[in-house]
């Protein structure tokens, strides 16, 4: 294994962490810099002026004496630089100088804020602190990156994981930035489960809120109203289970059928989920509402008074299918194309028919693939925001609650955060279900070995309901989304009819003035901020949550469960909870990130990052491991490895997180609301605000043309990603994962 | 509290982009296009940059609390006025005696009186209802002219209003009827309007606007919110009922620990005036503005004609009586059946 080969020059891993550290301590900016990236720092008084001084020259100048225990954590790795790394002094170097660096610049962010010591018992211990100190900047986060890899490199140098410094550091990586960035504001948020409005605490009173008979009762089944935890699960079954069972219907017809089209039909599957909130809801009501166009088609036909039948249940349930069932598609098509035919050309050799073979050995084979689309239909039903407030009626769900314990007339936190617990309680019941269904079977198919042949076509008794299904919903999509488009081109939608492109002009006008385009139209401002944080957004979501995978199905270390785990819970929990922890927790220091774009890129990471750790896993789980380790038996590291061997096959997934996180960052509210400042606008929280002003047209026309960007945006990432072959298979075109 | 030097050294650290210039946060809780002409207009004004972020009221009590121990926005301007006497209650905002007082009409200055001069009246409606002219002749129903109308059985599933749990709207209208008819018998009156109630909806003006696209008879709302949307185009009719009814009154407050302190007390002086309050015409607001000279819509509701309770700002806005009445709202009157 590598870690023990002998090696006379020091590791350059260390050194570059070494480096990067003093970098941080001795020429960044400790504390954080408004328009860091202006660089106007470097000529405005750095590196004395206390603003913009490094952490050395703070020091030197006598100032936050508290930092001073970081020098020796920097220092003490340098008297390794000749060492080998089977000097057991090596690593416990690594071990102490990173962990205790690491754990006091923790420390000390909690403990000092802006007021002096943050604690009482603090300033009881130690005596007043006459100082204070603002949120770390970029030369606190380089330092703290440096100590914690010279951690992880200590770890590998004791020998975990095989001494590996690759997944020791990722693995460590990811711990810190997942208790960072979804552990410490979720805490501080369902905190306030327990404070009563006296501001101490009580057990008691969380019990009485808990068992409240507005989330539990079953006044439904005597004629009444439910409590709205039933109605949340009961919708998120349903929803989980018709996602993926129209998932598996379009990624069978795309995989297992002659179809022509498939192109053609491959894009309006995947148009719901470009599209902005509320505008499907809009839609929904225009044909289905009490004044709706087929609402009253069917009263006048069968001669009864229109109803608002589709308030409730009904609505949202179209409307989440509708919004949903792409992200089952996308997590199958991967799993039902990666399901190697080898397989099931031997039991067609068997004699088996068609129909058994699907049966017996393709249906189990997707099997992760169903629990996962499943997994990911039901956490968003009981996440979604949007579509219930719309098209609720008097159907209250979880997080609608939730969002208006918060801004509602009764400011209660204390229910917002047992509200949350509960929808965190049905979630992590739905992840624990799907593993438990899921075992411990294998589900590898490709394994690098003889792979050949194509997909049979799917027995005929399968394939009319499935094209009879695929046609009808395609339809539908089709005629909400003709809807939507002509929404945007009338004047005044539902009521006065006369096309017109006023609102694309008032939205999207330019001049052409002075050799220059001057961007006139109101929308542009959100528009260009919305671009730019989702690009930047979406790559560091993949990565993160590819990472996150491969460290959940290629490695074993101690604590992966709630590892596992921890990566989902942001997923897990609606966006408004979100938003408000995020405030909550990230506008005091040590991290003091609000009102920047900062923020919304890291809570659009940490939100969807499960998708990509989920469709990560769907597809390396088909991986066989003697792929990786053929590769590391040829010398290659595991770094080298994953880049090369794993990532290449992890095409479908690689689109499908990027795709995914780039389309949610330009389309998510629930979080974002909280989160957006005036300089920092999103296109969402633009278009609410034109629908509470009734201008639906510029909404409708907004949303639009976010659609057609984001088609491009899609095009254009299936083109950088490009395609995979996943074995050799020659006929029947892919879909184009 | 914060003391102002704080907020002082704090923008002092912020530095680089707060220059000589001066600058202003405004959480706006208007709608965006007031929210712009005032940002913009104060921008000409003053030469001040205006960094605008527009959010609901809800949210931006939300948010200003969230933001206590380290505030970042300035002024809070707009919005219905109970969540902004409740961040007076909690010593969120700033107290503030501006010059202008003496160009207001008195219903503006009480509303400060009320709060400890916390926050000031910038604007006021009257609440009522719309409702959709043609639903109402394609179902044959009598046009409704009072509170008590709406409680005939042959409305029965064509009125909507908001849920008061969720909505300062809707509170207000449940605060009215106790106001006017007792609290045994405004929450009579609740009992009874529940019977014809097809959906309790979650903002306070999505009501008037399901009314306006045809998904409701009624809506009870603001009067300027079914204005609003009249003018929009949708054919709805506002009503102020024959019985008298409630206001809110849209409030101003400077956030406690503001960090452009002076800044913030310029905004604050520049709205109350008559020039930036006649800027409400141009945006389709339809509400009655505090400073006398403030000119009036031709479309806004005329509050002269409207027979106005003597509504106890004090009394309901506070918390102690808004989770009273709330929580009798919830186990008298919303678990009955429809």
Redesign the interface.
């Known amino acids: 294994m590598r870690a023990v080969t002998t090696e006379k020059t020091t590791h350059p891993v260390l050194i570059f962490w070494i480096v990067t550290g003093w970098v941080g301590f001795a020429l960044l900016p400790w504390y954080g ?3 860091f990236w ?1 660089l ?2 470097l000529t ?1 008084g750095w590196p004395t002026d206390s ?1 913009y001084a490094p952490a050395a020259f703070l020091l030197g100048q006598g100032e936050k004496p508290w930092l001073w225990p970081l020098a020796p954590a920097l220092l003490a790795p340098l008297a390794l630089l000749r060492r080998r790394k089977t000097d057991p002094a090596y690593a416990y170097v690594l071990l102490a100088a990173g962990g205790f660096g690491f754990a006091w610049l923790i420390a000390q962010g909690l403990g000092i804020g ?1 007021r002096g010591w943050t604690a009482d018992w603090l300033s009881a211990l130690f005596g007043p602190l006459e100082d204070r100190q ?1 949120g770390m900047g970029y030369g606190a986060l380089v330092v703290a990156s440096a100590l914690l890899f010279l951690f992880t490199q200590g770890i590998a140098a004791r020998g975990a994981i095989n001494g590996d410094v690759f997944v020791t550091g990722a693995i460590g990586g990811v711990i810190a930035v997942v208790t960072i960035f979804v552990f410490f504001p979720i805490a501080k948020m369902l905190g306030a489960a327990f404070i009563t409005e006296e501001g101490g605490y009580s057990i008691p009173l969380f019990f009485a809120k808990f068992f409240d008979d ?1 989330i539990w009762g079953l006044g439904c089944l005597s ?2 109203r439910c409590g709205v935890a039933w109605n949340s699960l009961f919708l998120a079954v349903l929803v989980g289970v018709l996602t993926t069972l129209l998932g598996l219907v379009f990624a069978l017809v795309l995989t297992r059928s002659g179809f022509r089209f498939k192109r053609e039909l491959r894009a309006i599957t995947v148009l719901p989920i470009i599209t902005p909130p509320f505008v499907i809801g809009l839609a929904i ?2 044909l289905f ?3 709706g166009a087929v609402t009253t088609w069917v009263a006048d036909l069968i001669g009864v ?1 229109p109803t ?1 039948w589709v ?1 409730g249940l009904p609505g949202i349930l179209i409307a989440q299918l509708l919004a949903f069932t792409p992200i089952a598609f996308l997590v199958l098509i991967g799993v039902v194309e990666g399901v190697s035919p080898s397989m099931e050309e031997a039991a067609q050799t068997l004699r088996a028919t068609r129909w058994q073979t699907f049966r017996t050995v393709s249906l189990p084979l997707m099997r992760p693939g169903l629990a996962n689309a499943f997994l990911l239909g039901f956490i968003e039903s009981m996440a979604d925001f949007g579509n219930p ?1 719309v098209l ?3 159907y209250d769900v979880l997080s ?1 609650e939730i ?2 314990a ?6 209660d936190q204390g229910r917002a955060a047992i509200l949350s617990m509960v929808l965190l309680g049905f979630t992590l019941a739905a992840f624990y279900l799907q593993r438990f269904w899921l075992g411990k079977k294998s589900y590898t198919t490709v394994t690098g070995k003889g792979d050949s042949g194509v997909h049979p076509q799917m027995p005929r008794g399968l394939a009319i309901p499935v094209y009879t299904i695929a046609a009808l919903w395609g339809g539908f999509t089709l005629i909400i989304y003709g809807m939507i488009l002509y929404g945007s081109v009338v ?2 939608w ?3 009819n006369t096309l017109t492109f006023k609102h694309y002009l008032t939205a999207f006008a330019v001049r052409i003035e002075d050799g220059g385009i001057r961007w006139i139209g109101s929308a542009w401002d959100s528009f260009w901020t919305t671009i730019m944080i989702s690009t930047v957004a979406a790559p560091l979501t993949a990565a993160v949550g590819l990472i996150t995978a491969y460290l959940l199905t290629r490695q074993d270390f101690a604590g992966k469960r709630s590892f596992e785990f921890g990566t989902m819970l942001s997923f897990a929990i609606p966006g408004t909870v979100i938003g ?1 922890s995020y ?2 927790a990230f ?2 220091p040590p991290i ?1 990130i ?2 920047t774009g900062l923020i919304l890129v890291i809570s659009f990471i940490f939100r969807n990052m499960p998708v990509g750790v989920r469709a990560g896993i769907a597809s390396m789980s088909q991986l066989d491991r003697s792929l990786d380790e053929s590769s590391l038996t040829l010398g290659a590291n595991s770094w080298q490895t994953f880049r090369r061997v794993i990532l290449p096959l992890l095409r479908p997934a690689i689109l499908a997180a990027l795709v995914y996180s780039f389309v949610r960052a330009m389309t998510a509210i629930s979080a974002v ?2 989160l ?4 920092y ?1 999103m296109a969402t929280s ?1 278009i609410i ?2 629908v ?3 201008d639906y047209g510029l909404a409708i026309a907004y949303s639009t043309a976010l659609i057609f960007v984001m088609l491009a945006a899609v095009g254009l990432l299936q083109l950088l990603v490009g395609r995979t072959q996943i074995g050799r298979r020659l006929a029947h075109e892919q879909g184009g994962s | 509290m914060r003391s102002i030097a704080l907020g002082v050294s704090l923008l002092a650290f912020s530095a680089g982009a707060a220059s000589a210039a001066g600058k202003l946060n405004l959480y706006c809780a208007a709608q965006e296009e007031w929210c712009q002409v005032m940002a913009r207009g104060f921008e000409d004004a003053t030469g001040i940059d205006v960094d605008m972020t527009r959010k609901s009221s809800g949210e931006t009590f939300a948010q200003v609390k969230a933001e206590e121990a380290n505030p970042k926005g300035d002024v809070w301007w707009g919005g219905t006025g109970d969540p902004h006497l409740q961040a007076a209650e909690e010593g969120l905002t700033e107290p503030y005696i501006s010059p202008m007082r003496a160009e207001l009409h008195p219903w503006a200055i009480a509303q400060a009186e009320s709060a400890g001069d916390r926050t000031i009246g910038i604007y006021s409606g009257a609440l009522g209802f719309g409702y959709n002219s043609d639903l109402l002749a394609a179902n044959g129903l009598p046009e409704p002219k009072c509170w008590e109308d709406l409680t005939k059985p042959e409305f029965k599933g064509h009125v909507q209003m908001a849920n008061p749990n969720s909505s300062g709207t809707a509170y207000t209208t449940l605060a009215t009827m106790v106001q006017m008819f007792g609290e045994d018998g405004g929450f009579d009156y609740m009992k009874r309007l529940h019977a014809n109630i097809n959906q309790y909806t979650k903002s306070g003006s999505a009501p008037i606007k399901a009314a306006g696209q045809g998904e409701t008879t009624v809506g009870i709302v603001f009067m300027h919110d079914a204005v609003a949307q009249t003018v929009a185009g949708f054919p709805v009719v506002t009503v102020a009922p024959c019985e008298g009814t409630g206001y809110e009154i849209g409030s101003m407050s400077i956030i406690a620990g503001a960090r452009n302190m002076d800044e913030a007390k310029q905004f604050y002086d520049w709205a109350l005036s008559a020039e930036a309050q006649n800027l409400a015409l141009g945006v389709n607001a339809f509400q009655v503005m505090s400073n006398v000279a403030a000119q009036k819509s031709e479309f806004a509701p005329d509050l002269s004609a409207i027979k106005l309770i003597d509504y106890d700002f004090k009394k309901y806005g506070s918390s102690d009586e808004r989770k009273r009445l709330l929580a009798k709202w919830d186990s008298d009157v919303s678990t009955l059946p429809q």
Request: charged share 20%; net charge negative; hydrophobic share 40%.
């Open positions: 810099v408004e328009d202006f106007d720092w405005e603003d802006i603002y507005h004629g009444t009501i225009l509402g009490l004044s008074r608002r308030y407030l609720g009626g008097n609608t969002f208006f918060i801004v509602g007339a009764q400011y004047q005044l539902g009521v006065d408000v405030i909550l506008n005091v003091e609000t009102g609301i909280f957006v400042s005036a300089r606008d633009y605000g034109r509470e002003n009734n």
